[in-house]
Nanobody, 126 residues
Framework: QVQLVESGGGQVQAGGSLRLSCAAS???????MGWFRQAPGKEREFVGA????????RYAESVKGRFTISRDNANGLVYLQMNNLKSDDTAVYYC????????????????????WGQGTQVTVSS
């Protein structure tokens, strides 16, 4: 089992930055960690993900160059640094974990992830 708790959400003006954190507990070795988001009235969408050792990452086109994922395996933490935020980034952000060994492969579909956090709200005002 893996438990995930997100934090760091809030309200920020367009152009600002936020850093989301995901605290993972339980059996987290070799897990791929992903971030997804869901805006009101929209489907959950992939934001970015990082493989178990941090050497492989993938991002949605909409956030490339603005968002960065990193992880601290020693402390069971995953981060999503979000810069130059836009109103379109407003959503509930979810941390997700995939415990299946994938090496350098980083899945981008929600059904690839076994465990989910409760989400944290990010609101970007223009």
């Amino acid at each position: 089992q893996v438990q995930l708790v997100e934090s760091g959400g809030g309200q920020v003006q367009a152009g600002g930055s936020l850093r989301l954190s995901c605290a993972a507990s339980g059996r987290t070795a070799f897990t791929t960690m992903g971030w997804f988001r869901q805006a009101p009235g929209k489907e959950r969408e992939f934001v970015g993900a990082i493989n178990w050792n941090g050497l492989s990452t993938r991002y949605a086109e909409s956030v490339k160059g603005r968002f960065t994922i990193s992880r601290d395996n020693a402390n069971g933490l995953v981060y999503l640094q979000m810069n130059n935020l836009k109103s379109d980034d407003t959503a509930v952000y979810y941390c997700a974990a995939d415990r299946r060994p994938r090496g350098t492969v980083v899945p981008i579909t929600a059904d690839s992830y076994n465990y989910w956090g409760q989400g944290t709200q990010v609101t970007v005002s223009s």
